[in-house]
């Protein structure tokens, strides 16, 4: 992917917020459905603190995709692919950098804190891939110590499809789920709200152009296949999962809620940090054929944090707890290109607004690890929180927070946005 | 559910053809969205060798629910419950069968022939099942010959998430697909097509009224969750399934096409059929209390047919060889209402327009099994068809038809039409 003059780090806005911005400066610009006042679902385009409202300046930007940018779901923009895409990033760049276009698109501005967000698309499918090798490893371990990674591991991108009717953006409370669980000393299951209610910490694939049905995406098309990323968080019951889960795969322990952040970050946008894929081990299998090629640089250079507040930690004014940070390259060792090509290789069709999830990233270092089930080993080593509280699970108030920044030096840094969810009872 | 007068035996509908139809007389009237001549889908209902144009009908409707059936999927339609489903029967059984009314609807009917038939709904999400006890105990044994049935099989109605993506009406041709095999006694996985095609016979459920996240239905409302049934095929690649179902489940083994009957098939319509479920054997365990309870016949009295021909009987002009043939309660260890409660149970949210397959509905007898995993014993014994082919699994060129009907004494028997699949190379 070329990088271009939208990324020059000697481009700034005159939204001042911005300048310095955590997640929005101008060198990011991620889509959005918001709405506001009451008024209809439409496209935006985050910018510091602000929204730009699409529709509002289709004259600016010469009155193309306004009926994609219209809609309250981007399906139709996505599905457009790359070309649209750049040159809608390129016209931003230049009216959110120019002081000539101040006058002009600055009415279209809305404060974030004054919009509601949705979901970016309205998703057909949503698929949950299993990438991150430690994570993976981690959790075999606690079933199979000697073996903990399966045969097929380091051949097959493993996937599953999850719920797509239950993707909420961020913000939506976590209801804890009931469910069959089967406490080891038990004859017999019992039936009642989960106790062992965990979160994951993913990034998520936004499908663009996708493939008819019973043609596959050849890997080095598949980059052209992808739309944007965001944050990720799989909601997990892993009581529920462990009975469950033989022999077709979770299915409660996961489909009670899954959350997306709401900003699409664009392949255009991630062009200066992604970097190199996962590094094999020696002695790891070489992948197939049709799992070899594509983009020089298919790594994810984004470095994806899990933190917690209690409600305690919350009444005391308290900072949220880091739980985990990690570079998502070094945990997945599968990249997203791969698993659009394995995804489609059998002829199934994946269409614009998919949300493909990679899986739990955890890296190799005990500070990061992507869920409690690793954290606490299975609950063996509770972890201590500031405030002395102590969490093996998630508890009743608990508060996630995934966030992810993508730094690469000579250039301006962006980030993802948060994706939050609170537990309620 | 109370059987009313649409299902008199006395009734006969002024279309001809109804009488005596294997699948469609006045007592069925289901469901679907079809096409004709160019012209936009929309809703139509089963009569004999012809459909009914219902939005063509409006007025003698009374101009109720048009904006619903005129839509080119029935998700809306199936939204508004029971209510509306049963007025609706009632009123088109009444314009079928009393003659007063045949100059206002017959101009409103067409051949099946000339119409294309499309998906019924816009599937949100597709669950596939696994209730078929004596399936799950057959393939359970080519693993595990002494502990065929896993420990949580006769407490939770398991179940996994398929693809919505890739289900096709009857008639969809079934490319081979593509994907990793690993032979036994090689070191490493190939990539290829895959060499053990297999078909699954199911019914499928629509779902009419759902719930909101975060809230179950109880089982004594699951009746009311229905909306109506179909034949389905969930296409099997079993090398490709054999290599990837570890840890996660099947996925690119199933998710490359599954084939549906276009007929929702309504409750009502079924309501002289239904019958006791699944008798547990003595020594099974009782459902916990949340999957207890709900209609007094949940039981599907459905007799459920795989049948096969290959390019040589037709050549030949032989009629299709049935492969299997069984009555769909006593193969189901869980009712479609005790499928609905377990589905939600954790709060995942139903929404109108899914589709949920029972999973492969083998029955006890050697002639009731559904697929050629089980028939041919994983290939160890191949099927002989009349012309002296043999079949262990599905070779290109073969056509499987999935057909079904409900017979009860003192009723006129009705079917859910057919749900055909040629493979192609």
Chains 1, 2 share one sequence.
């Not at 008024?39 to 935006?44: C, F, I, K, L, S």
């Not at 190799?364 to 992507?370: E, K, M, R």
Request: with cysteine; charged share 20%; net charge negative.
């Amino acid at each position: 992917m070329r990088i271009d003059e939208t990324h020059d780090p000697a481009r700034s806005s005159w939204v001042e917020s911005a300048q310095g911005h955590r997640d929005f400066p101008v060198q990011n610009l991620p889509l959005c459905i918001f709405s506001s006042d009451g008024r209809e679902r439409r496209a935006g385009v985050a910018i510091g603190d602000f929204l730009l409202d699409l529709p509002a300046i289709a004259d600016a930007l010469g009155d193309a995709w306004v009926e994609e940018l219209s809609q309250p779901v981007m399906n139709a923009f996505l599905a457009l692919g790359s070309g649209p895409r750049v040159a809608l990033r390129k016209r931003l760049s230049e009216l959110l950098s120019d002081e000539a276009h101040r006058d002009r698109i600055e009415p279209a501005l809305l404060g974030q804190s004054e919009a509601t967000m949705h979901l970016p698309c309205l998703i057909g499918d949503y698929t949950d891939f299993y990438v991150g090798i430690h994570h993976a490893t981690n959790v075999g371990k606690q079933f199979r110590p000697d073996n903990p990674l399966l045969p097929n591991y380091k051949y097959v991108p493993i996937g599953y499809h999850g719920r797509a009717s239950s993707v909420r953006v961020s913000g939506q409370p976590v209801v804890r789920p009931s469910g069959q669980r089967k406490p080891p000393e038990a004859e017999v299951p019992v039936f009642g709200p989960s106790r062992r209610l965990d979160y994951e910490l993913e990034l998520g694939i936004w499908v663009g152009p996708g493939n008819a049905l019973g043609e596959a995406i050849p890997i080095d098309q598949a980059e052209g296949a992808i739309a944007g990323f965001c944050l990720l968080n799989d909601w997990s019951a892993r009581d529920l999962q462990a009975w469950e889960y033989q022999p077709l795969g979770p299915f409660l322990a996961k489909n009670f809620l899954t959350s997306v952040s709401p900003f699409v970050v664009t392949p255009e946008a991630m062009a200066p940090f992604m970097t190199a894929p996962f590094t094999r081990p020696d002695g790891d299998p070489e992948p197939l054929p049709y799992l070899t090629g594509g983009s020089d640089k298919p790594g994810l250079g984004l470095t994806v944090s899990a933190a917690l507040t209690t409600r305690k930690m919350r009444d005391e004014g308290m900072a949220p707890h880091r739980l985990s940070q990690g570079v998502a390259a070094d945990a997945m060792y599968w990249t997203a290109e791969q698993i659009v090509a394995h995804h489609s290789c059998n002829g199934c069709n994946l269409q614009p607004g998919d949300l493909i999830g990679t899986g739990t990233l955890s890296t190799a270092s005990p500070d990061g690890l992507g869920s409690l089930l690793e954290i606490s080993q299975g609950g063996k080593a509770p972890l201590t929180l500031p405030t002395g509280e102590t969490r093996s699970f998630l508890e009743d108030g608990d508060e996630l927070i995934l966030t992810a920044r993508a730094e690469a030096k000579g250039y301006v840094s962006i980030g993802l946005g948060e994706c939050r969810g609170l537990v309620v009872g």
